[in-house]
Nanobody
Framework: QVQVVESGGGSVQPGGSLRLSCAVT????????VAWFRQAPGKEREGISC????????FYKHTVQGRFTISRDDAKNTVYLQMSSLKPEDTAVYYC????????????????WGRGTQVTVSS
């Protein structure tokens, strides 16, 4: 059984940083891709970053490019999202998803999802 567990969310002031973790069991991240999605209040869930072991590609949505960094630790089967220069508009529930896939921001590519972790950016 595949489990995806996000952690590292919390409350931070604008300009602050957080590092989210996505720990996966039952599925080797070396077999596919991992994407971070987020859903802000009243908005649809959106893909913001992904990393694929299949072709080594990394992508970011333009709204987080230059502020967020995705990385992978194969030994821990964990993907991280380092978030810096956080803004109030980054407030959302952040989800991690994985599958045997290249990088995509469309949800239907991903079989396995976590329950999300809340990130709140507020002064």
């Amino acid at each position: 059984q595949v489990q995806v567990v996000e952690s590292g969310g919390g409350s931070v002031q604008p300009g602050g940083s957080l590092r989210l973790s996505c720990a996966v069991t039952g599925f080797s991240l070396e077999k596919g891709g991992v994407a971070w999605f987020r859903q802000a209040p009243g908005k649809e869930r959106e893909g913001i970053s992904c990393i694929s072991s299949l072709d080594g590609m990394i992508f970011y949505k333009h709204t987080v490019q230059g502020r967020f960094t995705i990385s992978r630790d194969d030994a821990k089967n964990t993907v991280y999202l380092q978030m810096s220069s956080l803004k109030p508009e980054d407030t959302a529930v952040y989800y991690c998803a994985t599958a045997e896939t290249l990088c995509h921001f469309e949800e239907y590519h991903y079989n396995y999802w976590g329950r999300g972790t809340q990130v709140t950016v507020s002064s």
